[in-house]
């Protein structure tokens, strides 16, 4: 039982992780020792019209063998609505018992706020604050973004019998974050083969600047159409566990055919945990940008499938 436990923790812990990424400042955590969170969904990003606020608490059991505890919370949702959005959070729940679930039931809550606002209804109008965050770092430190930029194939010998090597897929690079003189960015390639993952990091590390980083944690997803699952994999690159949660992040988007690598330059001061919220941002930001992101339904249909694959480098943070 106390490995079962142990096991749900850290499960826990890399979903929580991730939605903070993906929803930020709607992401509240209300009592971290208590698991208790609470995410405000609305159907509009910037002007709201409709918004729920979803409060779970996860118990310990959570997600291998029971569901989130939640709660519901708008003045406006009563009686059948109530009724209607919880059974719909229950039969996710059912469909996907074993899984992270969160993430499903935020977009499915999302979803019925957009068709309740599609219908015209007369709704409270819930100003959102937002916050900007300037991000200095020298200018010639990072690769800049050029949309034309298209590698041409690399020379790489992938051993014999071998299929003709694939061309080298486009390496866009996102924008970085710089925290407390700790710098990070992202790198994305689209690809349909491991041959692909291995051009793509051979091309990277070309780039003095990219080699130099003190660790390039990558994760890819490659669905296989065939046996309709996933051939994925990461590698932490000595930033223990980091290379598990980005591909955690990517699983909970459900995006396919694609690697995501995030080079870190470390500053010299230790960041904890918050490290992992940046390396999770970065990779979040440039699979938003290149849209990637999946929709709730293909989400629900991916979850379940995926082929999971050990990581094998462990090393403390640097």
């Known amino acids: ?52 606020c979803l409060q779970v608490m996860l118990p310990n059991e959570y997600p291998a ?29 059912i469909d996907n018992i074993g899984e992270s679930i969160l993430y499903l039931w935020v977009e499915k809550i ?90 793509v990091l051979a091309k990277l590390y070309e780039n003095k600047k990219i080699a130099s980083a003190t660790h390039n944690i990558y994760a890819y997803r490659i669905y296989c159409e065939g046996k309709q699952t996933f051939l994925q994999d990461c590698e932490d690159d000595g930033e223990t566990a980091a290379g598990g949660r980005l591909l955690h992040l990517m ?16 500053g010299g001061i230790l960041l904890g945990p918050d490290r992992f919220k940046h390396i999770n941002n970065c990779a979040r930001n440039i699979l938003v940008e290149k849209n990637y992101i999946s929709s709730p339904e293909e989400s629900s249909k991916g979850l379940g499938k995926n082929k999971k694959v050990k990581k094998d480098k462990k090393r403390s943070e640097h």
């Not at 499960?11 to 208790?36: F, K, M, P, T």
């Not at 699983?251 to 470390?266: D, H, K, Q, T």
Request: glycine share 4%.
């Open 110 to 199: 999302r979803d019925v706020l957009i068709r309740k606002s599609q219908l015209a209804e007369p709704g409270p109008v819930v100003e959102k604050k937002t916050e900007e965050e300037d991000i200095e770092c020298e200018d010639d430190l990072f690769l800049d973004y050029d949309p034309e930029n298209l590698y041409r194939a690399l020379d790489y010998d992938f051993g014999e019998n071998q299929p003709e090597i694939e061309e080298l897929p486009p390496i866009d690079h996102g924008i970085p974050i710089t925290d407390r003189r700790s710098t990070f960015q992202a790198h994305l390639a689209p690809v349909v083969c491991p041959k692909q993952v291995k051009m």
């Open 251 to 266: 699983e909970i988007l459900n995006v396919r055919n694609v690697m995501v690598v995030v080079s870190r330059w470390y």
């Open 65 to 93: 063998t029971a569901p989130p505890i939640y709660q519901l919370n708008a003045p406006w949702l009563r009686g059948q609505e109530r009724v209607n959005i919880s059974n719909s959070l229950e039969e996710i729940y």
């Open 1 to 52: 039982m106390a490995e079962g436990n142990a096991g749900n923790d850290q499960r826990q812990n890399e979903e929580i992780e991730a939605l903070s990424a993906i929803y930020g400042e709607e992401w509240c955590v209300v009592d971290d020792h208590a698991r208790v969170f609470c995410i405000r969904i609305g159907d509009d990003k910037d002007h709201p019209k409709w918004t729920i």
